[in-house]
């Protein structure tokens, strides 16, 4: 989709809106029904939607699964436009409203948000500033607050405030490398995917877009007011950010503080429902087969039971 121009000056900005084909109208015994209730996925920070066993997975439960590549992210890169770019998270609301016309334009009566990491973030921000466009929502460790020093998430955040907006292409950090070369498979990983659009290296992070991101912790921080069903998972545990083990990698978090995702899941709304899977990386849907076949057995199980109970909108099997 073409969206309005935003702060880039080359344009106009678009949006992808991919979707894994229907296995047909009826899901299996026990499942929600797959002509009313469809998925939409947000994925994270220099990254996009290639997660087609996690796509089928939700299909073969009865569930349509549509994923949106954001602005300046995987499929909708545009020459001359910078990968990744935001300043105000906002933005984004544009190409998540036009995908949740185009999905409920098709018939569907329930949708549910699936966020993961900066997607999480974005996802509950939207959920709580358009009460009753979605049905529920999950989030895969989501992006709550920033996994670094208390001088850097306090005194570095309110410089960031200030000289975002007068140098906002100042570079201010660089994410780690480690959790890529875990995940690809150029690396010794079990996933393979577009090192273009999801690169290991050198992914920098500029001041207006940290901007945005810290303002974006700081509403959630403050609360926010998401009043459908939230359901978050995260792995069990932390492990360091910086030089992880083996170990550490395949079986923790490695890339987000997951105390600061239960710490603030309960700031999100009233209704939510927070899991810890054993063995989880930080995207669930990535890790080893047993970690992610619970996230999907937890999603699938919670959404089975508070879509069927969620008032006005029965999903009772056929």
Request: charged share 25%; aromatic share 8%.
């Amino acid at each position: 989709m073409t969206l309005a121009p935003d702060d880039q000056s080359v344009g106009p900005p678009v949006a992808t809106l991919v979707r894994l084909g229907r296995l047909g109208r009826l899901g299996r015994l026990g499942t929600v029904r797959t002509d009313d209730v469809a998925v939409l996925y947000l994925h994270g920070f220099c990254d996009y939607f290639f997660q087609a066993d996690h796509a089928r997975a939700w299909a073969e439960h009865g569930y349509d699964f549509f994923a949106l590549d954001l602005r300046d992210y995987g499929r909708s890169i545009r020459p001359g436009r910078q990968p990744w770019w935001i300043e105000d998270l906002a933005t984004y609301d544009e190409e998540i409203g036009g995908a949740l016309a185009a999905i409920r334009a098709e018939g569907y009566t329930s949708i549910v948000l699936l966020g993961h990491s900066t997607g999480g973030l974005i996802a509950s921000l939207y959920a709580s500033d358009h009460p009753g466009a979605v049905d529920a929502v999950v989030l895969n460790s989501p992006w709550f607050d920033l996994n670094e020093s208390w001088f850097n998430r306090v005194v570095a955040t309110r410089a960031v405030d200030l000289i975002g907006p007068l140098v906002p292409h100042l570079r201010v950090g660089t994410l780690g490398a480690d959790y890529g070369r875990h995940v690809h498979v150029s690396t010794g990983g079990t996933h393979d995917y577009d090192l273009s659009w999801k690169p290991i290296e050198d992914v920098q992070a500029h001041a207006g877009w940290l901007r945005a991101i810290r303002r974006g912790h700081a509403r959630i921080a403050r609360g926010l007011d998401v009043v459908e069903p939230v359901l978050m998972c995260t792995s069990a545990r932390s492990g360091p950010r910086k030089a992880p083990t083996a170990a550490d990698l395949d079986g923790a978090d490695c890339v987000l503080d997951v105390e600061h995702m239960h710490t603030r899941i309960g700031r999100v709304g009233p209704d939510v429902t927070a899991v810890r899977i054993a063995g989880g990386w930080h995207d669930l849907a990535l890790s080893g087969p047993e970690a992610r076949a619970e996230f999907e057995r937890t999603a699938f199980d919670w959404l089975r039971e508070r879509l069927r109970t969620g008032a006005g909108r029965p999903s009772a099997p056929r």
